[in-house]
C-alpha cells in the first residue's frame, strides 16, 4: 500500500462492512461507492493509481469545507463523508443558474489557488451542490500533479449546459483578473470543440 497509510494511526472502523447493508450510490470508471448505515461512504476503488492520488489530495485537504472528510483507508477502499445534494449538472436542469451559483464557483476555483493545486479545474459532474447551496468537489484528480491554470473541463461543462456565457459575466463582474486570464484560453478551447 501507498507509503502515507501509516498517516490513518486510528481506524474510523474496526469492523467488516457488509456491503448488502449499504446503499448503492454509483459507479464510475476508478470505482464503487456504497452508503454506509452510518451515513457514511465507502468508495472501493478499481483503480490503485488513481485511489493513491485521490487519497492523498483528500488527506492533504481535510477538513476544507469545499471537500469531503476522509476517516479511513484500506487496501483498495475509503470512508468517507457523503456528500448530500445534486451534481452541478442536474442542479442547473432542476434550478437554473443565477449569479449567487456563478459566485459560489468562483470562489471554489480561488480556493484552489489557495490548496497550491497546480491544476484550476473539474469537471462539471465532480462538483456537487448541496441542499444549503453550498459547494463540494467529490472524485478531485491530479490537482497537485497536473498544470492547468484555466478551468478548462468546466468551460466545457458549462458550454454544453449553455451556463457558459452567464458565467463568464459574473467572472467579469466579480473577478475581472481572472476574467482576463481566463476568458481567452476558455474561448479558444471552446472554439476547438465546434470543429
Given amino acids: 500500500m501507498h507509503k502515507n497509510k501509516e498517516l490513518i494511526v486510528n ?3 474496526d469492523f467488516d462492512i457488509n456491503l448488502l447493508d449499504c446503499k448503492f ?3 464510475g470508471h476508478n470505482g464503487i461507492v456504497y452508503l454506509l448505515p452510518d451515513g457514511n461512504v465507502i468508495k472501493i476503488c478499481f483503480n490503485i493509481k488513481s485511489f493513491i492520488g485521490e487519497y492523498i489530495i483528500l488527506e492533504k485537504v481535510n477538513g476544507n469545507k469545499y471537500f469531503p472528510r476522509i476517516y479511513d483507508i484500506g487496501e483498495n477502499y475509503m470512508i468517507r463523508e457523503y456528500v448530500d445534494g445534486d451534481m452541478l449538472p442536474k442542479y442547473i436542469r432542476k434550478h437554473g ?3 449567487e451559483l456563478g459566485k459560489r464557483i468562483i470562489e471554489l476555483l ?3 489557488k489557495v490548496l497550491n493545486f497546480t491544476k484550476i479545474d473539474l469537471r462539471c459532474k465532480d462538483i456537487f ?3 444549503n447551496g453550498n459547494l ?6 491530479k490537482f497537485y500533479t497536473k498544470d492547468r491554470d484555466f478551468p478548462r473541463h468546466l468551460s466545457k461543462g458549462m458550454y454544453k449546459l449553455k451556463i457558459l456565457d452567464p458565467f463568464l459575466e459574473v467572472l467579469k463582474k466579480e473577478e475581472p483578473n481572472l476574467f482576463d486570464a481566463w476568458t481567452p484560453k476558455i474561448m479558444n ?4 470543440l465546434k470543429y
Avoid at 463540494?136 to 484528480?141: A, G, L, N, R, Y
Avoid at 478551447?189 to 476547438?192: L, N, Q
Fill in 11 to 13: 481506524p474510523y472502523y
Fill in 25 to 27: 450510490l454509483g459507479e
Fill in 97 to 99: 443558474f443565477n449569479d
Fill in 110 to 112: 480561488k480556493e484552489f
Fill in 129 to 131: 451542490v448541496q441542499p
Fill in 136 to 141: 463540494k468537489v467529490i472524485d478531485p484528480k
Fill in 189 to 192: 478551447y471552446i472554439k476547438e
